[in-house]
């Protein structure tokens, strides 16, 4: 498998330089030249042989069977619950996809326990060392953290927004004790930490001096990690699913409509917004204009530039990377996305709807499914049940499954008003709150942020 920018420009790589890249050096995201047709099962029982069994096109002839099986029972060892994205129903037709059963809590942990099992193996192979850059809206950068700490040719450093993840996601990354591990709060938004991220690895003098890398969804093998819970759970139904889908960075949708695209059986995707509606306005209005970001009860999602939506994007314009290139240049000029008409509706129609809710409807739909079912949602995998219940009632009667991308306890406050009670953290997690911080705050400014990496990691 060799694969493209979706801006056109860059050299074409294989996956384990596409690993390393993670963002290509045109400033575009790496798609696979082609998809892969998804093969039935050779009798796979487990959740480790299915993943196998999906990933490994997009890994040859780097990666071989044996090593992916490897790497793959590494990875999901440090899952709490057998099945490790386990479906759970919550009524007659609507079930949740648990992705937090890993060792941070949220879905990042399916991809990036794997992840950093992969940048281990690949630069180990090479000798090299790298040092990881990330943005993060709350979750990525625990579980990156979780997912590198271990990792003996890496250093990471975390840029997080100042105030605006919840306690539990920022302990969860600044009470990390290891020497390769650091953690930076920035004045300002996710969106101004992923503007950060992404001028670094632009800045071609700074990338090569510091062998800059990326674990967040701008590194393919995030995205090709996600697709194989879309595969486990369609093919535990004999009807094609919809998938309710909370998204913020279009990563997790979009490794959905990717496992589609190889032969997945599902039927649609509904994608749950925020306040923070500019993924829900370009379903239903064709409107992508970015406003300012407004704090929410579930701020992962909290984010007006979906990164990964340029991917699809690329496949929108008919995998023009030219035509993605200007049009993402005048978006970030002008803060609007023009796309033709025609051309969205032809794209979007049959594969994506879409809803948004405020907190009031959060804290509603928490206290609504809890009531009737016993079932305690964190916000985020709430607007996804909402979305679902808004937008299947009218549809076929086929099943629809919400993916539950975070376990309550990582945002107690919120749901504490809405059922009264604070979920607890797991038992590895008891003591969070005891462990002390580690993590410095700067201005949003590149030039202070890239000496500060670049002092951290000396």
């Not at 979706?6 to 790496?30: C, E, H, I, K, Q």
């Not at 003591?431 to 951290?456: C, I, Y």
Request: charged share 20%; net charge negative.
């Amino acid at each position: 498998m060799r694969y493209v920018s979706t801006r056109g420009s860059a050299p074409d790589l294989g996956f384990n330089d596409v690993l390393l890249a993670g963002l290509a050096t045109d400033g575009g995201l790496y798609m696979p030249e082609s998809w892969p047709a998804l093969q039935p099962s050779r009798g796979a029982r487990t959740y480790v042989e299915r993943a196998v069994e999906v990933m490994l096109p997009f890994v040859t002839p780097d990666i071989d069977e044996i090593t992916l099986t490897h790497l793959c029972t590494e990875a999901y060892s440090t899952f709490r619950h057998p099945a490790i994205t386990p479906l759970v129903q919550i009524d007659h037709r609507h079930w949740v996809q648990e992705l937090f059963h890993g060792p941070t809590l949220a879905f990042k942990d399916v991809a990036l326990q794997l992840v950093g099992k992969l940048f281990d193996h690949v630069l180990s192979a090479r000798g090299e060392r790298v040092t990881i850059v990330g943005a993060t809206s709350g979750d990525t950068g625990s579980a990156a953290i979780d997912g590198v700490s271990g990792c003996a040719n890496v250093d990471i450093v975390i840029l997080y927004p100042l105030g605006r993840t919840s306690d539990v996601q920022r302990k969860q990354m600044t009470t990390v004790d290891a020497p390769n591990v650091h953690t930076v709060a920035v004045e300002g938004t996710f969106d101004d930490c992923q503007d950060l991220v992404k001028a670094m690895f632009n800045d071609v003098d700074f990338r090569t001096r510091n062998q800059l890398s990326a674990v967040n969804s701008i590194n393919w093998a995030r995205v090709m990690a996600q697709t194989v819970y879309y595969v486990t759970a369609s093919e535990a139904f004999a009807t094609a699913p919809t998938f309710s889908v909370p998204t913020g960075n279009f990563g997790n949708v979009l490794a959905g409509w990717i496992a589609r695209e190889m032969g997945a059986p599902i039927r649609d995707f509904i994608i749950s917004s925020n306040t923070n509606d500019i993924l829900t306005r370009f379903v239903n209005d064709h409107d992508m204009t970015a406003r300012g970001v407004v704090p929410t009860l579930s701020p992962s999602m909290d984010i007006q530039v979906s990164s990964n939506f340029e991917r699809l994007l690329f496949e929108m314009n008919g995998r023009d990377g030219g035509m993605t290139a200007e049009q993402l240049t005048r978006f970030r000029s002008t803060g609007r996305l023009d796309i033709e008409g025609d051309q969205r509706d032809r794209f979007m129609a049959g594969s994506f709807r879409a809803a948004a809710f405020d907190d009031v409807s959060t804290l509603s739909e928490i206290r609504r499914v809890y009531d009737a079912s016993g079932y305690v949602l964190d916000p985020h995998s709430a607007t996804g049940t909402a979305a679902a219940r808004m937008l299947s009632a009218a549809g076929d009667g086929g099943p629809v499954i919400t993916l539950a991308t975070a376990h309550p306890a990582k945002f107690p406050d919120a749901v504490e008003e809405a059922i009264g009670f604070r979920p607890e953290l797991p038992a590895h997690l008891a003591d969070l709150f005891e462990r002390d911080e580690r993590t410095q705050t700067v201005a949003n400014d590149l030039a202070t942020v890239q000496r500060l990496v670049e002092q951290l990691t000396r």
